[in-house]
Structures are given as structure tokens and as C-alpha cells.
């Protein structure tokens, strides 16, 4: 800790960067200095700047010269991807011992500096400490220890059964690593989303090249200097930066790319990924969607609610609930539940909270306000909308019957807006899912069996919950991923080291029992015994081999 009260390491923002896949005009050089959670410095943002105030580092400068020699382009990508091959070729990633060491360091890392992660995502989000730990530090580190516990299994080659045909053979699948892979992660959950495919990845034995989020740059420097203090170097790299270096990096040829980011960007990821036939997994997002029939135990619901909305980093969350469908009857009672809870949770001016992360940047800040203050929007507001530019806050937000052809109803919200859409029957509320893209989750509140079963049968998404929010992610042995746009591919748990590792089918034979069946000259007995083999028909086999015909 005081080692990182000392040293101040220097993060690349671009200020004019998207995560919506905006170009990036400038980049500028900030200095990192941590931050207390008990007396956070107060932060104000600009167009052309970002101010840390109270802050005893000094801004570095650095010359255009300085500059262009620095500058990471396609060359240094070219020779980075030469270099981890050279290193991946050379066989260390594929011995168990050299993986199993490697996640060991990751869990040392994060034992050992989580002070500093806390502090890093504090400074990046303003998130609380205890949301910190329990959703990154604590989610990274379960990773983590399920992969060193299960890795040999995972590793062992999975013995299968093999056919009449190729008798007497035995076979098995080989798990192997691709190679070298990229992984590009995203700023809402940074340390979290960067760590957890990079587990995957090495326990899959893979080289690797790991690109943290520009917009998250605390989080990104910290990643950068601590894995190159406990990994190996050689084989696992951390590259900084933002439009530009992701250009740069998604030039070269990769074994596998995994991104995290919105559906804008995962376009340009998987065009990129299709010049050289790269597999991808895409971990985007969407609009996720919650029925909430009226047969519920409302506090408990509305506190689940709000443990997947607000509590969700302040919304800015692939998997926050989105909106809400319910019925016109109940609607009011569940607004004035969510009233409770929210004042439970935040108190009365949610503003003011210490519990709740700010929005992430300026653009983003004002990407939401557009979706409030849009005509026929703003005046369906029934709680919250306060706002407050300088400290990047907006208050937990909710409105009813917003339209349905509405900005804040067509694009994912990311933030802490809560629409409500009501129906006559809740069945309806099928059709507004349906109609729109896939999302990558999907949540039913319902103690109905029947209308649980239709929402499973009925519904497409990612992964669904009945009953509450959030929480199926935490759960190893179920896939996280998405369907149609909102994302292909999954990972967690052995899901994980799949994403990561190619399935090579093997089958042993010995020289014994060479049938001459296969070869020509192609005689009516052999086509006879060959076609009998070949369906299965075990009569038909003997009967062949019995020199005799069925007719």
C-alpha cells in the first residue's frame, strides 16, 4: 500500500472517446493518485481535462515527439503477436505446472493488492467498497480458486466411445489451447472483465494479449503494472490505450479474440476478426427485460429489483434489469415498493449516497440525460431524475408507460433509469420481449409454475432468473453469454476453459485386425458385408460373413 502512495503511474485517457465506438480525437497522459474510501477527493470533469483534485502528483508532460516514438501502431502489434507466439510455440503454456502457477500468482495478486483495486475502481466509478469486493475482487478470486481445483480434470482428455466401423479403436477428445488470443475488456466492471477470461485463458494454456478499457484508466494502469509483476511477461502482455491501439491490435491475426463492449462495437470487432477466420466470443449486452406479476412478495421482489438495477454499479450493467413489465393494476403498487426500497437503500437524497457508483463519464452523463429529456419521455417520469453534471450523479429514475417507440425503449439504457411498461394481462408481456433483439438476460418475478414454464419455453435470452436478479452469473456450472445480438459464445467456470481451448477428436487404432473389407477390388460379398457393417444391421453382418445373402 505505501509502495503505491509513493509511485504514480501514468494513464492514457482518451476524452473523446465512445463506448458506443466513437473516434478518438486526443489522448492524453493523467497522472494516477489513490484515493481514500473514507474521504474521497471531490472530482469534476471537462471537455478538454479531467482534474483529480487534492491530488500531489503532478500532470506529465510529454512532447509530440515523445509521443509518435511511444505510440503503439500496427508494427508493434505485429511484432508483440510475433513475440508471444515465438513463446507459446516453445510449449511452456501447455504443461499443467506453468498454468496452475500462473493463477496462483492471480490470486496472491489479488490478496496482496486489493487495497489498491478497491482505490483504482473507487477513482474510475466511485464504487462503494463493499460493491468492489463483491462483485469484482471477491467474483476474480472465486475464478480463480474453481479453476486451480478443477484444472487437471479440466486438462485430462475425455475418453469416448467409438463406432462397430472402426472396431477395435479407442477415442478421445483432447482439449488444446488455440494460441495466442486477445482479449479486449470493458470499463463498467474492470477489473472483474478483464481478469475473468484472462483466467480462462491461461488455464486453457493460451498466450495471451489482455487491452483494459481506456475509459476505465485506473483500473487499466493498475492491471498493466501488477500483471507484469506476477505473471509471466513472455507470455501474457497488457496493452493501454484506446481507439488507435485497438485499431492496431485487431490488425493482426489472433487464434481467438474475446471482447466484452457493447453490440456497436462488437460489429467492428467480429468484421476485424473475419479477415483472417478468427473465432470470437462476444460478451455484449442489450435490453433485459422484467415481468413482475402481481402473485409476489413485493418487498422481497422490489429489494431483488433494486440489487439488479441500481445496486448493478448504478445500472451500468450488461445484465441490470433494463425495464419492467407488469400490468396496469399492479403498477402502482410496485412503484410505491421501489419508492420504499430505494429510500431504504439510498435515503432520501440518493444523490448524496456514498452506496451508489457515479456515471462513469461526461458522455455517458449526458447519453442519459438525452433519454430523459426526449419529448414524451420526460414527462412520464413518476420518481427521481434529479441530476448533478459536476459529480457525474444521476438519481435512480423511474417512469411509467414511456413509449415504446421512445429513445430510452430502442437503445440499451446502461445507467439508472428504470421505464415501466404496463399491460392488460401479463402474458403481453411476451410480445414486447419478443419484439425486440435478443437480450442477455432475461428475469421473471412470478410464483405462477405455468406462466414460469411459458417465460422459459417462450422466451429467448442469454440466461434467465426467476425470482430475483444478477446472481445466475455467480453460478460456475451455468454458461454466461449471449444470443443473437446481444452476444455469442460463453464463459465461467469450465465454460471458461472451453472459450478458450479447441476440442481435437483423436482415435487410436492398432495394427491389428486390418479388415479387407475397405479396400478393393470391391467383390458383392464385400459391398455386402461393408453395407451391412455400415447400417448397423448386425443380422445382415452375419449373414455376410456367413458367405450367405438375405434374398
Excluded at 475482487?137 to 474453481?146: H, L, N, P, V, Y
Excluded at 489451447?177 to 477489473?191: A, E, Q, R
Amino acid at each position: 500500500m505505501m509502495a503505491m502512495m509513493k509511485s504514480v503511474s501514468s494513464i492514457n485517457l482518451s476524452q473523446d472517446f465512445s463506448a458506443l465506438g466513437g473516434s478518438c480525437q486526443t489522448i492524453r497522459t493523467f497522472a494516477y493518485c489513490p484515493m481514500s474510501r473514507a474521504n474521497p477527493s471531490p472530482i469534476s470533469f471537462t471537455h478538454a481535462s479531467l482534474r483529480i483534485s487534492r491530488c500531489s502528483a503532478s500532470v506529465l508532460s510529454v512532447t509530440m515527439e515523445e509521443e509518435k516514438e511511444q505510440a503503439f501502431d500496427a508494427g508493434k502489434a505485429a511484432l508483440l503477436v510475433k513475440e508471444l507466439r515465438k513463446s507459446f510455440n516453445s510449449g511452456k503454456t501447455k504443461s499443467y505446472e506453468w498454468r496452475a502457477a500462473q493463477l496462483q500468482s492471480i490470486s496472491k495478486m489479488i490478496d496482496e493488492r486489493e487495497k489498491e483495486i478497491v482505490q483504482a475502481l473507487q477513482l474510475d466509478l466511485s464504487k462503494p467498497e463493499l460493491e468492489a469486493f463483491v462483485s469484482e475482487i471477491s467474483m476474480t478470486k472465486s475464478s480463480c480458486q474453481k479453476a486451480l481445483k478443477d484444472l487437471k480434470h479440466w486438462m485430462a482428455p475425455e475418453k469416448v466411445n467409438t463406432s462397430i466401423t472402426t472396431y477395435p479403436s479407442s477415442a478421445e477428445i483432447v482439449s488444446e489451447p488455440f494460441g495466442v488470443v486477445l482479449i479486449i475488456s470493458t470499463w463498467n466492471y474492470p477489473f472483474l472483465l478483464s481478469l475473468d477470461p484472462v483466467i480462462g485463458a491461461i488455464a486453457a494454456g493460451n498466450a495471451i494479449v489482455l487491452k483494459p478499457s481506456e475509459i476505465a484508466p485506473a483500473t487499466s494502469s493498475l492491471l498493466a503494472r501488477l500483471l507484469s509483476e506476477y505473471v509471466d511477461r513472455s507470455i501474457i502482455s497488457v496493452v493501454e490505450g484506446a481507439v488507435p491501439e485497438t485499431s492496431a491490435l485487431l490488425d493482426q491475426k489472433w487464434d481467438k479474440i474475446f471482447y466484452t463492449g457493447s453490440t456497436r462495437v462488437g460489429y467492428i470487432v467480429m468484421a476485424a476478426a473475419a479477415k483472417h477466420l478468427t473465432p470470437v466470443v462476444l460478451e455484449l449486452g442489450g435490453k433485459c427485460p422484467a415481468i413482475v406479476d402481481s402473485n409476489v412478495d413485493l418487498k422481497v421482489a422490489a429489494r431483488r429489483m433494486l440489487a439488479g438495477k441500481w445496486v448493478c454499479n448504478n445500472g451500468q450493467a450488461c445484465i441490470a434489469i433494463d425495464y419492467i413489465v407488469t400490468t396496469k393494476s399492479f403498477a402502482p403498487k410496485l412503484v410505491d415498493a421501489l419508492q420504499l426500497a430505494l429510500e431504504e437503500f439510498f435515503g432520501k437524497n440518493p444523490l448524496e449516497s456514498q452506496d451508489m457508483s457515479r456515471i462513469v463519464n461526461l458522455y455517458h452523463f449526458k447519453r442519459l440525460a438525452k433519454l430523459l429529456d426526449e419529448d414524451g419521455t420526460s414527462d412520464k417520469i413518476v420518481l427521481g431524475g434529479q441530476r448533478d453534471e459536476n459529480n457525474l450523479r444521476i438519481a435512480p429514475t423511474i417512469l411509467l408507460d414511456v413509449p415504446e417507440d421512445s429513445l430510452i425503449m430502442r437503445e440499451e439504457i446502461f445507467g439508472p433509469l428504470l421505464p415501466i411498461l404496463t399491460v392488460d394481462d401479463i402474458e403481453d408481456s411476451f410480445h414486447i420481449i419478443n419484439s425486440k433483439p435478443k437480450p442477455l438476460a432475461a428475469y421473471l418475478f412470478s410464483d405462477n409454475d405455468g406462466l414460469q414454464k411459458q417465460f422459459v419455453q417462450n422466451i429467448s435470452a442469454g440466461g434467465m432468473l426467476i425470482n430475483d436478479t444478477v446472481l445466475h452469473l455467480t453460478v460456475p456450472t451455468l454458461p454466461f453469454g449471449g444470443v443473437g445480438e446481444s452476444g455469442m459464445g460463453a464463459y465461467h467456470g469450465k465454460f471458461s476453459f472451453d472459450a478458450f481451448s479447441h476440442k481435437k477428436g483423436v482415435l487410436y487404432r492398432s495394427f491389428k485386425g486390418d479388415a479387407t473389407t475397405r479396400y478393393p477390388p470391391y467383390t458383392p460379398e464385400k459391398q455386402r458385408l461393408l453395407k451391412a457393417l455400415l447400417s448397423g444391421n448386425i443380422i445382415g453382418i452375419i449373414l455376410a460373413l456367413l458367405g450367405w445373402s438375405k434374398e
